[in-house]
């Protein structure tokens, strides 16, 4: 039995007879209990040490040494660097002179390599698979494969993606909507020494109709029909723990759903919880920004952005997440459903599980599908892929919201029908450093910026004494093109270091 378990239920025991009438036998076995607890305590200091801190190799010191350091922070890198892990976090990180190496400690020899923070996706979806299975509004696959059981899929199996994640240098991603069980897995994926650190806002605030998405039980979409519903749903996933609570897209035109809205994002503030907004029109990202909105997602696609909206985004610490992918990722998706082309991804580490991969695969199945009408299929046929990512008005404002001093963050709304969880942040960076990004702003962005969304700064997001020792290790230099990062070898969460082979599908 796990020690926190046996605790647990020491604690119950001793709570619940406490304040009720004490059987004799009940505090005979409470006492005796905890007796032993401490007994067992006393002879497995370690393995209670051990719970405390899940998944690190909790007394040793190990050293790596030698790499070009980029601590996340923008700083220059530091050649030759020491980075010295103890008890799962980072004990100094620096030069040679910065850091001693401790006797007797563990010493990794990595000369010539590359390490950089643990990459952080801010825009997921768990409940979503890469493709439109888990979209139904999108297109209808509920005949071939019921959302219902998808779904229930999804909640039951996320060791794939976190699997996917790892293997591609991720150490943290944010959950930006979902069922309202995606924000479990914040606390359960903490426990496990193979998952990326979670963060979930769980069902998102829509003038949409959730219809097609919604279970008996659970639901991703909640429309803000009153102020009450808003309020109510802002209550009960701030109570559950949910980080943020996101409103996909904004009526910015209707008086009476910004009333709506307004008061939901009162409720938000009260509770101490942080507004996300889905925002692709300038007037849609200033309405949300009024209401004090903390994280953008999505590109503002319509027009340039001005100077109010660059004031207010600054004025409440806006972060900006450009999510340049995802719309080419639905038309690649389209295309391979339609049977043009097969959806290709550069994987060769084989971070894609092989579930996704087959659905993938059997995609053409739904050639006949009535979603592909003629006019359509033409689109898709004409489609471009390497046009679509660098879109000028998106790619302009980045560079806009950059250079107004205003944080970015990398996100790609994995999961979403052709874009994937983990490989996908590649693209993406990519995609970003097309717009004119230089990859030494890329790696602050992909690292401390995206800890910075999901509010865990004083736990991970650089390479600092103190913090989580969530890195990775490349065999090329990523400062000369945000592409090498695919030179990804090993990635270390919370001080237990593995080959990205660990975690690969193949
Ligand atoms: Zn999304």
């Known amino acids: 039995m796990h020690l926190s378990h046996y605790l647990t239920q020491i604690c119950t025991l001793l709570f619940t007879t406490k304040g009720n009438r004490v059987s004799g036998v009940a505090a005979f076995l409470a006492i005796f209990a905890v007796i032993s607890l401490f007994s067992f305590m006393a002879v497995h200091p370690a393995s209670a040490q051990q719970q405390a801190e899940p998944g690190s190799n909790v007394t040793e010191t190990r050293i790596l040494r030698g790499a070009v350091l980029f601590d996340g922070n923008g700083s220059p890198s530091v050649s030759n660097s020491v980075v010295v892990i103890t008890g799962g976090k980072i004990a100094c990180a620096g030069s040679q002179t910065d850091c001693t190496i401790p006797d007797g400690a563990e010493v990794t020899d ?42 229930a899929y999804q909640q039951l199996n996320p060791e794939r993606y976190y699997n996917s994640y790892l293997c591609s240098g991720i150490t943290g991603v944010y959950d930006v909507g979902g069922m309202s069980w995606s924000v479990g897995l914040q606390a359960s994926a903490e426990q496990n020494p193979d998952a990326p650190h979670v963060a979930a806002s769980g069902p998102l605030i829509t003038p949409v109709p959730g219809a097609p998405f919604d279970l008996p039980s659970d639901k991703v979409l909640v429309p803000l029909n009153t102020a009450e519903d808003g309020i109510k749903t802002v209550q009960y996933m701030s109570a559950l723990g949910s980080t943020g609570i996101k409103f996909w897209t904004i009526l910015a035109d209707d008086e009476a759903y910004m009333e709506r809205l307004e008061a939901t994002a009162e409720e938000i503030r009260r509770q101490g919880n942080q507004m996300i907004a889905h925002a692709t029109t300038l007037s849609q990202a200033k309405a949300a920004l009024r ?99 660098v879109r000028s008005t998106d790619m302009l404002n980045l560079m806009k919201i950059h250079e107004a001093g205003i944080p970015i963050a990398v996100g790609t709304d994995a999961g979403n029908p052709g874009t994937l969880h983990g490989i996908s942040i590649y693209d993406e960076m990519e995609a970003m450093q097309k717009a004119g990004l ?27 004494a103190g913090k989580y020792a969530n890195l990775i290790v490349l065999d090329i230099d990523p400062s000369l093109d945000i592409a090498n990062m695919r030179s990804i070898t090993h990635v270390m969460l919370k001080g237990v270091m593995k080959s990205v082979d660990a975690y690969s599908a193949r």
Do not use: W
Not at 363 to 383: D, G, I, V, Y
Not at 439 to 464: K, S, W
């Open 291 to 389: 209401n004090g909105t903390k994280l953008l997602v999505h590109s503002v696609s319509d027009t340039e952005v001005d100077d109010e909206f660059i004031a207010l985004a600054l004025e409440n610490g806006t972060i900006y997440n450009p999510t340049l992918i995802v719309s080419s990722g639905y038309m690649l998706a389209y295309r391979a459903a339609a049977g043009i082309e097969p959806l290709t991804m550069a994987d060769p580490n084989g971070c894609v599980d092989l579930k996704t991969r087959e659905l993938l695969e059997s995609a053409s199945q739904f050639a006949k599908h009535p979603r592909l009408t003629e006019a359509f299929m033409e689109r898709l046929r004409n489609f471009n892929p390497v046009e679509d990512r």
């Open 438 to 464: 230089t990859p030494d702003e890329l790696i602050v962005m992909a690292t401390r910026n995206g800890a910075m969304a999901m509010q865990r700064l004083h736990d991970f997001g650089t390479v600092e």
């Open 110 to 151: 990595i000369s010539g390599k590359y390490i950089t923070p643990g990459l952080i996706d801010v825009h997921v979806h768990f409940f979503q698979t890469g493709f439109f299975d888990a979209r139904p509004d999108a297109m209808d696959l509920n005949a071939t494969y019921p959302f219902p059981e998808v779904v």
